[in-house]
């Protein structure tokens, strides 16, 4: 049994580094302080560094450049914060701009021991890649931690199912979804996606949205979302494959959704559930093993 905690994570404005770094810190202790094991906040959660950047902020491709030289002491802020909370923490994501020149929505994922290594998000939605000129990464990573074989699919992600499936076959037992959305479309897209993953590969999602307005923010403007925890639906699993989500706020703040999961439970729906959706999809939908035909037509 692990404990786990989802931010449901407002958007707010911090235009100095220590108010940020302080703001921050409370909120991982406050996760911590209930006995949170891992802690997940949302995607593009670390773009409220942009606050610091005085008029800049309000320009997406100056967003972008501006907040890099903040991005080593953010990353050595949530080491630090991992190894002394003694937690796993994914702190959401943030663009970060590679060797090449482009910008990538990268999540790393720090343990006790420090960094574990990173996730870079490989579907653009059309904002990204239209509008802001942030990239696809490439490949996958999986993490090995004593809570379990942990993997990252960053919102879009969540959508599509050949990135989890490989993540399921390399043995990933819970998936972390960071996701920001700024419509109510966009936040049930995510979480069906999310709960469409969890059926198919019989494992584990948890989903962390942002919330709030930012009119600072030409990124973050409008953020809607709730966090969740996500099973297959099966034997000693919610019926609903739902094991809880967060409330929705008005005016809305931040707050954390904290559940056990027993990833032994889940596992145990792979090999005695009612049925193996994890298993057959071998079966039946690997290449060359589904073929299609055409209807002839009927006769006049």
Known sequence: MIRVAACQYKIELFEQWDDYA??????????????????????????????????????????LSGIQPLVPRWHALCAELARSLGVYLQPGSLPVRDADGAYRNRAWLFGPQGELGHQDKLMMTRFEREEWSVVKGSG??????????????????????????????????????????????????????????????????????TVGEAPWSPALDVNLGRAGLYVPSDRGMPASGIVAESATLSPPRSQWLIEDIDLDAVRRVREQGQVFTRRDWVEQFEPGQLTLRSAKAAPH
Request: glycine fraction near 8%; aromatic fraction near 6%; include cysteine.
């Open 140 to 209: 996958l990573e999986v993490f090995d931690t004593p809570l379990g074989r942990l993997g990252i699919q960053i919102c879009y992600d969540n959508e599509f199912p050949i990135a989890s499936r490989r993540l399921a076959e390399a043995g990933v037992e819970l998936v972390l979804a960071p996701s920001c959305t700024d419509t109510e479309a966009g936040f049930y897209r995510v979480r069906t996606g999310a709960r469409a993953r969890a059926l198919e590969n019989q494992f584990a999602v948890l989903m962390a949205p």
């Open 22 to 63: 302080e703001h921050l810190t409370a909120l991982c202790e406050d996760a911590a302080a209930e006995g949170a094991q891992l802690l997940l906040l949302p995607e593009y959660a670390g773009l409220v560094l942009s606050g610091q950047l005085g008029r800049d902020r309000e320009d997406l491709a100056a967003t």
